[in-house]
């Protein structure tokens, strides 16, 4: 089974950056789609970004719209997450996961058929 593992998550203060990273631990791993996902503390998994992995398309929630970019390098099954002007209520654990079905939407969790296991991203005011 393919395993995700994130990191670059840290504490940061407002207004600042952090670059996630996510890496797959088979270089043969070929999704469709991978995206990275959200949940804080009492709250529901919630979606943050995604990108196709063939033809470059990428998508956002609004929350996130002009402060963070999704990418990808291909050859190395390795997704980002650069993060700038963080919020406090950008708090979260944040994981990346990976679709290998053609179809559906990109935002739900039920989606995606691999998840990392997180890593925490915590911004003070």
């Known amino acids: 089974q393919v395993q995700l593992v994130e990191s670059g998550g840290g504490l940061v203060q407002a207004g600042g950056s952090l670059r996630l990273s996510c890496a797959a631990s088979?270089?043969?791993?070929?999704?469709?789609?991978m995206g990275w996902f959200r949940q804080a503390p009492g709250k529901e998994r919630e979606f943050v970004a995604a990108i196709r992995w063939i033809g470059d398309s990428t998508y956002y929630a609004d929350s996130v719209k002009g402060r963070f970019t999704i990418s990808r390098n291909n050859a190395q099954n390795t997704l980002f997450l650069q993060m700038n002007s963080l919020k406090p209520e950008d708090t979260a654990v944040y994981y990346c996961?990976?679709?290998?079905?053609?179809?559906?939407?990109?935002?739900?969790?039920?989606?995606?058929?691999?998840w990392g296991q997180g890593t925490q991203v915590t911004v003070s005011s």
């Open positions: 088979r270089r043969t791993f070929r999704p469709y789609n």
């Open positions: 996961a990976a679709s290998t079905s053609i179809g559906g939407g990109l935002g739900p969790p039920r989606e995606y058929d691999y």
